[in-house]
């Protein structure tokens, strides 16, 4: 039977523009359908006055021969963008303890062996097996993805969490809560985290930290032009709200809220898998066991972001492009506390802004917080922001005189804007126990659907939701 297009993708987060963009360059016949206005979901800008803001991302590993610029030069998008190095990994600080994690291994290597001398043979080793998890990961995207979460070895290897890993080389405890101090990239602290937060530590090891100089919403927009390039479509304001499914029990059409129809022979969802199981797909289609899976997962950590313009450079006020600020390095202990509600004492601060003259002017602040019902962000935000002002220029410095631009996000915000559950930054909790590591399968119940981006293996990030699209892809092209 003839249809519309060989694939639809729904939603442009990088995930779904990705797993498009690799479909449309094996020429198939590619729509993606976005409900927002713009591309990108999370890969998104937005501007006051003079500023333009990320509104989310500022590290991506992207070394010129690690995965992601492999993946963009296969698509022929490399040379659109300039792709920055970030000065580090992260500058750590906490009262009493300022510690820059190199985003190279050999200068992390020299750096953690000779300030932890007395631990010397365990960073070796633990490097070593960290690089050894590393390229296990990366194989796995040859073999569809299935043990992408490192799901190889007994339960009780692969329920370790990340504190316990650090535990089994590392004995110094100051080392220890450097190492675990990279927690924000995945959003759960080490005793929550998996053993494979392993491989956010050593990605930017191996493949640098970077930024896209003009923001990351030009990835959204050079993934969307290698569709479009190769016949392939990208509509904007076309909210899918439901599936028709056809005979067989194959999702026949994509309905609009609108009530236009789109058919294809394939779909892929980019989107919160809440909405896709409990909306998109009609109720006698529902599957129980899903239900019930989704029902023992919950969403990653939500923020309070500040984005606010300065006279003058950012990195007069914060030299590196991240700082970590904690106010203890009990990572634990700030975690159980974010996830109890949120709180006038700011235990954790992210300063992030881009490197050189791409920032021009502006810097991004980070609290993360749990969504709640009943709780009302249009007035606890500013109460969280300036508090967040605060506590960063009494870490900083005071640069509150420069500020002429402040705009706050919350997580109803990240919700409005891009449809993830709770706002949640990163899809499901990033958590070692069982249930928390089965995160959702690139195929579901229905033949012809697929699921890509954050909530699905490997989970939050860019890197993890560009290889998420590969592997959708390359199970779709193999099928
Ligand atoms: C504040 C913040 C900071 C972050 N910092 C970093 C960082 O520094 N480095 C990093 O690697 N990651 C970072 N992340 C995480 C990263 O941005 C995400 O994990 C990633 O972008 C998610 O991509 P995705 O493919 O899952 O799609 P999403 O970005 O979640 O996009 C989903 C898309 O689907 C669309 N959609 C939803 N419903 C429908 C519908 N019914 N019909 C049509 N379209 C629909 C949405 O509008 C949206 O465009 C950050 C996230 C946040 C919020």
């Given amino acids: 039977m003839s249809t519309d297009y060989d694939a639809i993708v729904i939603g442009s987060g990088i995930g779904g523009l990705t797993c498009g963009a690799l479909l449309a360059h094996k020429g198939l016949r590619v729509a993606v359908l976005e409900r927002h206005g713009r591309i990108g979901g999370y890969a998104q800008e937005f501007s006051r006055d003079k500023f333009v803001f990320d509104s989310s991302v500022h590290s991506v590993s992207m070394a010129n021969d690690g995965f992601v610029c492999g993946l963009l030069n296969q698509l022929g998008i490399r040379d659109r963008l300039a792709i920055v190095p970030n000065t580090c990994t992260a500058l750590v600080r906490s009262p009493g303890f300022t510690y820059s994690l190199p985003a190279n291994l050999d200068d992390l290597t020299r750096c953690l062996c000779s300030d932890f001398p007395h631990e010397k043979e365990s960073v ?24 992408m979460s490192g799901r190889s070895g ?22 220890r809560c450097l190492l675990g101090s990279i927690w924000p ?16 530590f050593i990605a930017h090891a191996l493949e640098g930290s ?12 050079a993934l969307a032009e290698a569709i479009t390039s190769r016949g392939g479509e990208v ?9 028709r499914i056809g005979d067989a029990g194959v999702v026949a059409a994509a309905v609009s809220d609108r009530g236009e129809e789109l058919t294809a ?3 892929v969802s980019n989107v919160s898998p809440y909405l896709l199981h409990g909306q998109l797909i009609p109720e006698p289609f529902r599957n129980r066991l899903w239900q019930k899976r989704l029902a023992k997962l919950s969403p990653s950590v939500s923020a309070v972001s500040v984005y606010l313009g300065l006279d003058g450079d950012p990195a007069a006020i914060a030299k590196d492009n991240l700082t970590f600020w904690f106010a203890s390095m009990d990572h634990d202990a700030i975690y159980r506390r974010i996830q109890s509600g949120p709180s006038g004492d700011i235990d954790h601060l992210l300063v992030m802004h881009p490197p050189g003259s791409a920032g021009g002017g502006c810097i991004t602040l980070m609290h993360f917080v749990k969504q709640r019902p009943g709780i009302v962000w249009r007035e606890e935000k500013k109460r969280i922001a300036d508090a967040m002002v605060k506590k960063a ?21 990240f919700e409005r804007y891009t449809g993830n559950t709770a706002g949640a930054l990163y899809g499901f909790e990033n958590t070692h126990n069982l249930y928390g590591q089965s995160k959702l399968p690139f195929t579901t119940y229905l033949p012809n659907l697929f699921q890509v981006g954050h909530w699905t293996k490997a989970g939050g990030g860019i890197y993890n939701v560009m290889s998420s699209g590969y592997v959708a892809a390359s199970i779709i092209l193999h099928q």
């Fill in 265 to 267: 022979a394939t779909f």
């Fill in 154 to 175: 007994t339960i009780a290897e692969v329920t370790r969490s990340y504190k316990d890993y650090i535990r089994s080389f590392v004995s110094d405890e100051r080392l």
């Fill in 124 to 147: 070796c080793a633990l490097l070593d097996d960290m690089q050894r998890l590393f390229h296990q990961y990366k194989g796995n995207f040859a073999t569809g993805g299935e043990t």
């Fill in 185 to 200: 990239f995945g959003g759960s602290s080490p005793a929550y985290a998996p053993f494979y937060n392993a491989f956010i």
């Fill in 235 to 243: 509509r904007t304001r076309w909210p899918v709200r439901a599936f």
């Fill in 393 to 413: 220029a009494s870490v900083l410095g005071d640069f509150t005189a420069g500020i002429r631009v402040c705009e706050v996000a919350s997580p109803d915000t």
């Fill in 210 to 221: 970077h930024s896209i100089k003009g923001g990351f919403a030009l990835l959204a927009r």
